[in-house]
């Protein structure tokens, strides 16, 4: 569906790539043109690059081979303040977080500003509740345009920032929704398009500098190689989402019917489950899925840890571990269950809504076991019906292997998105980094999520308990909700606690089982010095291993297919050579060096 | 549709048509069934889904008639303002665009016509090029922008305002069927050229003017991209684009979207679920309701401006 690449995804907010097309390749094609441009310009877009500074804020490491901006981060300090917190706020214990406080207004009311943005459905932003909460609350006046989300307003933005008719910022959300890479703010900040708001951010980003010291890497990783920070983050700490790309389901009744009081402990014993679904019930699937989700996931955890993003770090190496020999046994294992009938063939070919006629077939569901990173893939989630199909599905705890304990490889991160970006057409940047910044903030960032406070939420009472089962901070008033809230396209603190600060029941929300799956499969949580986290790449870089690595999803994909299908037999060395070959010739080795060379330039 | 059906008018004695013909028939009327079976079974699927539970929908079990019969999905289409406000757009801008780019279509294509037109050719090939070669998409922008049409209705109509295609259908048409000798008769009667246009060319070219504006009307309604591109006021979207935008939001890859809220991922799909099918029947009603009146005009319109084209 893209032909063109995706411009990488750094920061590992990519938890499964899957073979599929991926819509974060939005921008991509300004990407490109970028790293043209800025190779034409004279070696602006060096590879290589070191990320320099330090996240205390003692500043700029020079490198060697990247031009470092002027200002030294942490070289100014703050000219305004926290405002005074607001009391009897049920902050759990050991809360780490943004806090609820009192604020000024700081604009004038009378500049306005133009922001481009996003639509989305039901949403008008000049009529916004939460525009206007936000106008209220800063004195900031913003006019805001907007643009499709996804690769629909690529074009547009493009067309926007080529034309030098920049708006004062942009504000156009997470990678999905077709936002900026860091590699883009990066070569954006370059060309001088985007202003680097390193010193604002020391002297009017309170909320913001409370943020890296609650977590000391972050600043580090949204500075650019050449030391300055081209927007303002925004955070989302998703706890579940470090083992969704291995989760995986199964269907409580199915099997309970072929006489399993317990799940599986082991690999042996998961087969031997299927086979019971399937005996207890041949009109049954033991096992099936759709093709985004390849079905490696627990088998997959059995035998190796698959990376996060199918990348694994071995000491100094990095491997793209489709490659792994062990993944050998892995395809064993698939294909044997799909020789004997217990994993749906269709699994490779089929896409989710046809998957969906399955789990939700009148008669009962007809999958056993599905892998998918959350219910809403699995079943039709309705809330309304406390028999729903969807509840009948619960998370399948890992199962060892013959190699003992299995490794789920865990993607931790802060969920980074690009916040805000102030462009070079901004004549104030300074009202525009304290308007995000104030954004970060606890009480905003609610408002934006769920709508006003006492109307739409309000802080929980004693006894409510939140997501991860401590006391809750926050509760949903029920209601309807018309044009109040914001989509996730700007800046906003939503950190684990303040995720898990939500007062929530299993019957109206699907994050505490969520969150206990996450639990389940953290206890056996690959080593951190195994993870690859994704350096800050240049233009370059990131368009060249954009390319590499859609190829070799592709071929990964084609691969495993045949490997699962029959096609190919993972046993017999010669069909693993001509497995191999085409990641080679489409240039795996040039891939993993590339990655290999970003990362050397950070440490 | 010019195929004449294989009845014999009553009284007359019938000929029997020989075997290979019949046998020809038959296979023609099976390939054609097939055939218009492809183009109305989707259309007859999207009206029952618009009409059905949307349970129904996805699971599979309506695949002909409505299941469930319920007219929630129009109830909500007229609940979201954006939607009635792109549909009375769309009418404006096609309205407008069927106007302005059928005059100046003919008006042109009427110059061009003209063998007595100095630099004919040089136009024409001017206008040709432009088939061929393209500013490209940011020069394009730069150019409406420069000219201050970006965010105002004159974006979606000036840019686009003229088809090569249709311009140098409308010229031979023109040339066929207006023979030069009725400009020498007209001339001895004393007209003008203004006066022989209007009174003689345009009663003439009904088939033609009507073709364009069909054509320009239809592909106004189905344009996008002009306002993809040029507008970025939601209050100037016209239907396409606000369908466009709930549609494809629910084509994310949820295993792409990190650490985005489950519910709201959800809440897209549904939206998009619970829309979608209402909201293209109603984008494909006033094209519908055109077509009938204006294609008998088609196929002579056409035919004849195609002839030697």
Redesign the interface.
Known sequence: MSPVPPTTSPAA????P?P?????SAAAPSGRTMARRALLAGGLAIPAAALAACSDGSGGSTSADVPQVDYVQGSSSLKVELGPEIDGVPYPEGYIGPKARESEPFGDGQTEFTI?TR????L?LAENAHSLYLEERTGVRIAY??????E??A??V??VI??G?LPDALMLG????GGFTKAQLYAYGQQGLFQPLDQLIDEYAPQLQELFAQNPDLRASWTAPDGAMYGMPAV???YH?AS??VRTWVHQPSLEAAGWSEQPATLEEFEQMLRDMKAANPELLPMSGDK??PPFGLIGATFLDTGINWLRRDGDAIVYTPMDEAFREVYAVVARLVRDGLLDPNAFTQDN?QF??LT???AGSRVGVVQN?????VA??DYADPAARWREFVPLAPFSGPGGDPIIPWNE?H?EATGLVVTSACEDPATLVRWADFQLGLLPTLEM?LGRQDQHWQWASEGQLGIDGRPALYTKIPGEKENVTW??FGPYNLGMDVRHGENVDELT???PV?YQAGKMYETYRNPLESVFIPPFFDAAQSAEIGELRANLDGIFAQGAAHMCLGDLDPTDDADWQSYLEPFTAAGVERYLEVLTEADRARA | MTAQPAVSPPGVRRIKDPRSDRILNVVLIVLLALFTLTIVYPFVYIVSASLSDP?AV????MWLWPVGFSMDAYQAVLD???ITRGFLNSLLYSGSAMLVGTAVTVMGGYALSRADLVGRNLFTLMFVLTMMFSGG??PT??VV?NLGM?NTIWAMIIPTAVSVWQLIVTRTFFQTTIPHELLECSRIDGASDMRFFWRIVLPLSKPIIAVNLLLYGVATWNAY?NG??YL???DLYPLQ?VM???L??N????????????????Q??Q??DKLKYALIIIASVPPLIAYPFVQKHFVKGMMIGSLKG
């Not at chain 2, 996805?58 to 079990?61: A, F, L, P, T, Y």
């Not at chain 2, 084509?251 to 959800?266: H, L, V």
Request: hydrophobic letters at 30%; a negative charge.
């Open positions: 907010s990519v938890p499964d899957g599929g097309p991926s819509p974060s481009l639509t989305d459905t039901g008008d345009q907007t643009v499709p989300q996804g629909e307003g074009p547009k493009n067309a080529s034309s008719d997470p990678e999905w929704m989302n700490q998703c989402c969704s790309g985004t989700v809504d969906q006629r939700m077939d009148p990173g959350n219910q809403f893939g039709e989630v991160n969920g999520r989509p996730e929300s699907v994050e969520l | 349970t996805s699971s599979g079990e979201y303002p954006a998409m940011i922008y730069l922008k970006l991209f993809l591109i970025t006021d939601e684009l466009r935008n709930i494809l939001e084509t994310f890859d949820p295993s792409k979207m990190a650490n985005a809220d489950p519910e709201r991922i959800a897209m799909q939206i998009a």
